[in-house]
């Protein structure tokens, strides 16, 4: 008989999660940093105390806990801790049974979406059965093996649940080689019945052993490299996506080098935005849905598309219409199968570093010299005019309150070279991907594969406790802030030096344009109180005090009715040392253009409402220009 310790399943949790830690390139460090929770019946007695035993026990440098809000929110914060430290580092969090379990559903799309490793620890029902049924239990009549964390399922990378001890012993391993997977990562849910982890059980010491989980750099295949090399040199038009992939391989160097020897033109995803600096000379900027001039127009006819660590998701390729060269063909460099074999690409499946260096030596190899001259010139051409394009949008003023662009540029300059932008959903993500320039990687954190309203505050928390020297700077609508905002609290709590710019526009705007290029009327989307005379929602304004509001959360809160007062406020607040939340009403009425890119946002096919059959007809003749690439 090995050396065994009588520990709870709870307190086997902690100690293996202290115990695990993970390397690249050399560097090491503990994976789980600490742990999210909000208690209740189904985890204080297990987890709670398993948790303030390990304060106790390690008071320099125990998993820290940190009390949430609500526990999406928690979930925000632990994957954009993630995401911003490159999916290196994460927290867990704990919940109890029934409704603390399934508000983290939303959060584990998310992580899932994104592919962001978090660790969700949901306490489930008796598995003795002994108490049935117990407190915020759903029962299924025809099944005693189902609880709420069943739907967990769907949106976790893996899932288990607890029911005996001894279990641990091959669910935490398998938990923790999806976690630090680079292909599989995500949300991973270890449901944990509330009386087995109360339980004590003699587990073996080498459980707790330190563990390194080594994230390899996977080499590309050969064959498959070569074939890429041969479509790349024989392109005459060819260019790359950089995708979020770019970055959590760390990749920026090797993106730079490729680009920059052979001439290529870089265009950014949400998630890749960044990873060359804004004015590199290869860097064209946005591409899709939310892309900009010069991005759209070397899609629209390139030949050869090298996508790098991207979805490929419907806004990066403009519901495939973005590419209209009707010989176009894909090469997709991708940690993850599903994602090379998208668009029949070539399947490049390997990390984004090893492939681009050796897609670099494979070109040098051929002896190609790069993307001809008289293209260069025409990417650099369109390269300018796209940034003077930003330039002017940039500065487009109004005399009422503040515009939107104006608001991105002055939180722009006060972020600095070092700043971090956090944002998430509404209208601000597409502006910002056209309009944000951002000097170095990991200065724009903006989730959009999931859009989730709600990640900001707390995404921003979780990018400070990430990076707590460079300041971290949030943009919020008000109908995202109102959606999910009370995280703000724990960052008060920990003194977190947030400035959170909470853009006022009196609804969901974007999607009140949305709907106008629908056919719709929009009225649903507006903060107005019910008209009675027209029985809609047509009537005042409603008077959120959306400064208050912020206010009785602990923060520091500034209203800012102008462009100066915003600026003012903006350099001012940095030096605060806690949230600072500085609420602007903006004015709707100037919008930051599209650029010659689509969305497929179908539309009613029939009605009686000329508007609708109008945007319809329009609906119809876009469609048409969908390049099924896959
Ligand atoms: C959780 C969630 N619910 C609904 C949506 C759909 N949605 C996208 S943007 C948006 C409106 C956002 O309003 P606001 O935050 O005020 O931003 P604005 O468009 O006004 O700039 C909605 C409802 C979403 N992305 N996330
Ligand atoms: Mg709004």
């Known amino acids: 008989m090995g050396s065994t310790r009588r520990l709870t399943v709870a307190q086997a949790v902690v100690e293996f999660l202290r115990a695990q830690h993970i390397e690249r390139d050399g560097e090491r460090g503990r994976f789980i940093t600490g742990v999210f929770g909000i208690f209740g019946h189904g985890n204080v007695a297990g987890l709670g105390e398993a948790l303030e035993a390990e304060a106790a026990t390690h008071p320099d440098d125990a998993l820290r806990y940190l009390q949430a809000r609500n526990e999406q929110g928690m979930v925000h914060a632990a994957a954009a801790y993630s995401k911003q430290l490159r999916r290196m580092r994460t927290y867990a969090c704990t919940t109890s049974i029934g409704p603390g379990a399934t508000n983290m559903v939303t959060g584990a799309a998310m992580a899932t979406v994104n592919r962001l490793p978090v660790l969700l620890l949901p306490g489930d029902l008796f598995a ?30 893996y899932w288990d649940r607890i029911n005996r001890p001894e279990q641990l012993l091959t669910a935490l391993p398998a938990a923790f080689r999806v976690l630090t997977s680079p292909a599989e990562t995500g949300a991973v849910t270890l449901a944990l019945p509330q009386d087995v982890q109360a339980e004590a059980f003699d587990f073996p010491t080498h459980l707790f052993e330190e563990r390194t989980w080594v994230v390899p750099r996977q080499r590309p295949d050969a064959t498959l490299l070569a074939r890429a090399a041969d479509a790349i040199s024989s392109a005459q038009r060819p260019m790359i996506v950089a995708g979020g992939g ?34 590199h000379a290869q860097n064209l900027g946005a591409v899709g849905a939310t892309g900009g001039s ?49 668009a029949h690409a070539i399947p490049v499946v390997a990390d984004a570093r090893a492939a681009l260096e050796e897609l670099t030596a494979a070109l040098a190899a051929r002896g190609w010299t790069g993307v001809s001259p008289e293209r260069r010139a025409h990417q650099e051409r369109l390269r300018t005019a796209w940034n003077e ?73 979780g990018v400070a406790l ?71 929602l ?31 406020a903006l350099k001012e607040m940095k030096g605060v040392g806690r949230p600072v939340v500085i609420v602007v009403e903006v004015d709707p009425s100037v919008g930051v253009p599209g650029y010659d890119s689509w969305w497929d946002v179908p539309v009613a096919e029939v009605s009686d409402k000329p508007a609708v059959r109008e945007a319809y007809a329009e609906y ?9 690439a896959h």
């Not at 391989?249 to 052979?262: G, H, I, K, P, V």
Request: charged residues 20%; proline residues 6%; hydrophobic residues 40%.
């Open 538 to 568: 047509t009537g005042d304004v409603l008077p959120i005090d959306f400064a208050a509001n912020a206010a009785s959360l602990g923060a520091h809160v500034v209203t800012a009715h102008s462009p100066a007062d915003l600026a003012r």
């Open 294 to 342: 010069a991005g759209n127009a070397v899609a629209q006819d390139a030949d050869v598309v090298i996508a790098i660590g991207t979805r490929l998701s419907d806004f990066t390729t403009a519901s495939w219409t973005a590419w209209q060269d009707p010989g176009v063909r894909f090469i997709a460099i991708n940690v993850a199968e599903l994602d090379a074999a998208k």
């Open 620 to 628: 119809v003749a876009g469609r048409a220009r969908i390049r099924q």
């Open 389 to 461: 394009e930003v330039d002017r949008v940039l500065h487009l003023a109004t005399p009422q309150h503040v515009s939107q662009p104006e608001a991105i540029r002055l939180t722009m300059e006060a972020a600095g070279p070092d700043g971090i932008l956090v944002c998430a959903a509404g209208s601000l993500p597409g502006d910002l991907h056209k309009l944000w320039r951002s000097p170095r990687p990991g200065g724009y954190h903006v989730e959009y594969g999931y859009s989730t309203m709600g990640y900001e505050v707390a995404g921003g928390m």
């Open 128 to 157: 003795t059965r002994r108490v049935t049924p117990v407190l915020q239990q759903l029962e299924r009549p025809e099944s005693q093996d189902v609880s709420v964390n069943d739907v967990f399922k769907p949106v976790s990378r």
């Open 466 to 536: 990430a990076e707590p020297d460079r300041h971290v700077t949030v943009m919020v609508g008000d109908g995202a802030w109102l959606m999910l905002s009370t995280e703000l609290a724990t960052a008060v709590q920990e003194a977190i030096p947030l400035t959170i710019v909470l853009l006022d526009n009196h609804g969901f705007r974007c999607i009140r344009n949305l709907s106008g290029s629908c056919g719709g009327e929009g009225t649903f989307q507006d903060f107005r109180f019910r008209d009675p005379a027209t029985g809609q």
């Open 246 to 279: 770019v970055l959590y391989s760390a990749a920026e160097d090797a993106l730079a080098s490729l680009a920059t020897r052979f001439g290529l033109p870089v265009t950014e995803t949400q998630a890749g935005k960044g990873a060359l600096p804004w004015d």
